[in-house]
């Protein structure tokens, strides 16, 4: 969300309040926004940036300008279905749709338990697993062992050989390396330990430390 439209949605807010609107008249977007800022708090930024998109992208188009307390079960059934060549936009957008309906109970603007939501099941995608065999790994360790600098691929290879994520690799710290294991302060998971091959450790260990 852009700074504009925060203030739009602001200025949405306040007048929605100051007008004296009953429950039934105040929109959907207003809720979003008031949710949203919220869960600024609870939500990891990645996190927030991804649910902003797909809430701009797939929800906000079918609710915009809707009253809040009139979107029934079905009107989710049917923004649900329409989704249904894009299945994991549909699976990922469904909960903050959800978050948001909850908020509007608890703020008294939809009766309890009456979250449209409920009952709708997520799309069956079949989980995709690939691991490199034997020969692409050697043809990917060669390539790295190719490359100038070498310390260059200090990430990729860790990468390879810990199966851990980008993000994770990236915001390591030398600090963060202790006794053969990385500890990652703030994983996907919560903060968790990575125990270390040799491969890994020796990696690391001949790896120049510019910085803490």
Sequence with gaps: MTVTEAQQQAISLLV?????????EIVFNTIAAETFRRYRRQWKPSTLVVNQDYFRRYILPCFTGRWIANITSQDVR?????????????????????????????????SEGSNPCKGIKRYRRQNRERFLSKTELAHLGAAFRRAEPYSAVTIPWLLALTGCRSSEIRTLRWTDYRDAHFFLRDSKTGPRMVWLSNPARKLLDEHPRTSS
Excluded: N, Y
């Design 78 to 110: 049917d923004w649900f279905t329409s989704l249904h060549a894009r299945p994991l936009a549909a699976d990922c957008s469904m909960p903050v749709l959800s978050i948001i309906m909850k908020e509007a109970e608890a703020d008294g603007l939809r």
């Design 16 to 24: 929605t309040l100051q007008s004296g609107q009953s429950d039934r």
